[in-house]
């Protein structure tokens, strides 16, 4: 075997010995839970329905917002799959009409606001942003609340047509106020 064969023989055996390590230690035994669990929300709002859906990973003391999580950078709040959220009526979130439909769920996370992204590619992979596909963006100014050791969608708010969908991991909360027909 030429030498410039072997070494590129080599580094391919190499190459797929390595992706087989990496998808090995991605998939956990059959039996073992994922370390990021999945979890999903659904909430009625007069005549709405609107589900999120996604995988919720966890702090594990690690410091999130501006460091695990980069301020000013497209980020996925889930582990895996995106997050989704399907609407079954037209909606208006912080102000502004997203349409009835099922989204992908993307942020770009900054120290004093936060831009919230309904894509309209829902099935997508959390590091895999769709771009050019963005139906809404909305800003949203993130508050301090608790700490949250796993990521978390919930409504703590409902009332009548108003609703305040949260995004809470650490101690950042991160609300969107939905108003429904």
Known sequence: MRPR??????????????????????????????????GEVSQRIAATTITVVYNRPVARGRELF????????????????????????????????????????WTE????????????????????YPAGQDALRVKATPRTGSHMETLAFYFPVVDGRKAELVLHWGTVVVPLSIEVP
Do not use: M
């Open 109 to 128: 996370p900054g120290p004093e606001t936060w831009t919230v992204i309904f894509n309209r590619t829902a099935q997508a992979w959390h590091t895999r």
């Open 5 to 38: 064969l072997a070494t590129t023989a080599i580094a391919a055996l190499l190459a797929l010995t390595a992706a087989a390590g990496v998808s090995a230690r991605q998939t956990p035994a059959p039996g073992t839970p994922k370390p990021s669990q999945h």
């Open 66 to 105: 501006g460091s695990l999580v980069p301020y000013g950078r497209v980020w996925c709040p889930c582990a895996d799959d995106a997050t989704t959220i399907a609407l079954t009526t037209d909606v208006k979130i912080n102000g502004a009409t997203l349409a009835a439909g099922t989204y992908s769920v």
